[in-house]
């Protein structure tokens, strides 16, 4: 492995390259459009996709990184106090989740991963409901249907397969809207997300793949999972795909509208290799210093997301001091409200045990339930409150 | 004789394993660098190198095939699987590979492949992360499945499962891993043989058998209910396929009543298969039917309702209460209330 973190993509056995080269998953530059020091490069294809996003748009962009990384941050302090079980932070993947979720349109659909928080909160997702899960006070957060995201999957890699058989379904219906996978570096070994380009490749269904490509799986190192960049596979699988850099929310917008527009024009699907980086631990139970040298986070965080959107906004002038400080204000007012619903969740009830497993109640699970409740009148308890 | 934790005495059998035999090698997500989520291969891979120690891409089934195909060409390796609920990718591998290739080609095929996997709740965990899946393998002819409950079965087991020319499912009580005991290191690998179950305490009244993470609960149970006069003869099965029915019957011929406890959901569990096995082999000395205390038939819950979802120390208790006929929760309270 090397210091960076990659194993070396052309290891040599008695003077042959096992692999052809160039191997190495950093090897192709991904599109941006603004740089780490916020200066804007214009660029021929993905201008005119964001030519629309003004000052008040990319105002409105800022206000969302500010916003989800103080959440992500208020939400890591609850864990560390004890009151959510666990959290996995999204922190320096804010421009990839904003910059594609606000993208969106709200008739498209959403299967995620754990980390989505940020494309959670441009769905609309209550900051309650963000919560559940994580304090363990229920098993999703939200019913799907009510802002068209899927909870987040934990098994690594298998939303995959269900946004390409959502976007089958569109296509069926004749409509045209689009399923989005999100997904990461570590789940593309999954056969699940392989099988997934397969099936939509086939059927050219209305699906984005969005790979972000934070360069780790928990200790693991892109390299392991990949010698080459991840979003040359797509290619071979038959399907258009495009490196973006990860930490460029109008990069990401850009790449985004451009595979969206093709799935809704009947095009078929796209992979995305949102290229960014993990700053924090892979959840709150990690300790990333196990596995990953220090100077790798210096590295990134001088390409912060949150940074460059700022650097760039102030050399237009559009982000004068009380402005700044306002958002910072609102983003405040949020973490207390999340805070708040954390808090105040109500705690879960025994009988909810035995709600939901299928679609009818019936006479097995009701005989256990049944006598579970028996068994709490021993103590003086029912199964709406429980006996500790 | 030294004192160490659950944790540290796999990795300890780990360590000797690879010591031990060049063709052991240790395949798994994490497990290199990091020494897994659980620490378990802490330092095995800076000691024995990433040829023998692997981090292995994200993909179960990947794992779990190339570890077959490990087998094929003489290695013997050791597949750790991250949590209970990520199995599910490599089932068909162990099903319908793993488990019978030695039977496919006659005996000319050997599978010696370890697969451990952390299993069980109770540590307050989010989904597929607490999961008892144990009864979809001891269903599935070809595998041995077996599960330690002290430090020192969890050492010698380890290596007795690796050792083991069969392919071993060996699955750790992972809330457990931190309990601490005596380890013997220079116990060998051939007593007790990996197949079979241990008295954990005796007892006259009542049989109650369980493995893996509930076996101190239900050694505490046996110490509660001695203070009412109840002798409990609690039985840790060890081995879940095969089980060494003749340490159960045994116990059953002189206490008359069998408690089956786990984890793992009720329908189809190992409780049914103890429960038919025993009353096949000794149905004109119990006194009772056979009672199983279980989790329910649910997917297992979100981690704030897992406290009732699995059997506790009260729990198991009131099942021993309905084989002794005594107050319990079908017949209604107690006149004392609870213990
Ligand atoms: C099938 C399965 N295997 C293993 C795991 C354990 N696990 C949880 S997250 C993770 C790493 C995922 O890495 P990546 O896909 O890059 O996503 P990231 O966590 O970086 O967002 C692993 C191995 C899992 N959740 N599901
Ligand atoms: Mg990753």
Redesign the interface.
Known sequence: ?SSDGAVSGSRTTAGATVFPGPAHPDADVPVHLVDPDGVRHPHASYDPLVADVDGAALQRLYEDLVVVRRIDAEATALQRQGEL??WPPLLGQEAAQIGSGRALRPDDFVFSSYRENAVAYCRGVGLADLLR???????SGWDPYTVNMATPQ???GAQALHATGYAMGITADGADSVAVAYFGD??T????VNEAMVFAASYQAPVVFFCQNNHW????PVG??ARVPIARRAPGFGIPSVRVDGNDVLACLAVTREALARARSGGGPTYIEAVTYRMGPHTT??DPT??REAHELEHWAARDPLARLAAHLDSLGLLPAEYADAVRSRADAVAAELREACISMP??A?S???EH?YSEPNS??ER??D??E??L????ATSAE?P? | MSVTTFGRAITAGLRRALDEDPKVVLMG??I????G?FRITDGLQKDFGSHRVL?S???E??IMGTAVGLAYRGYRPVVEIQFD??I??AFDQIVCQVAKLHYRTQGAVRMPITVRVPFGGGI?????HSESPEAYFTHTSGLRVVSPSTPQDAYTMIRQAIACDDPVLYFEPKRRYHVKGEVDESVGTGTPDLGAARVVTEGTDVTLVTYGPLVTTARDAALAASDDGISIEVIDLRSLAPIDYGTVEASVRKTGRLVITHEAA??GGLGAELAAGITERCFEHLEHAPVRVTG????Y?????E???LPDLD?IL?GVDRALRRPN??T???PG??R
Do not use: N
Request: net charge negative; proline share 7%; with cysteine.
């Open positions: 492995m079980a666990l899960v994580w304090r363990g006070s229920a098993s934990i098994i690594i570590g789940a070994t999954q056969g699940d799986a928990i200790s693991e392991l999972q139970a990690d196990r596995y705690e879960p025994p909810a045990l035995f497993v097995w699970l256990q339930q006598h579970y028996r068994y009148a021993l103590f003086g429980g500790r | 997500e994490d290199g660098q990091l020494g989520v981090d891409p994200l993909a089934a990947g609920g990520f599910y990718p307050g965990s989010p989904e597929h009720q329908s329910f038939d649910i997917p819950p979100c981690s704030k309702l406290s009732h979802h729990r009131d929760s079908l209604g309270a107690t209330g609870a």
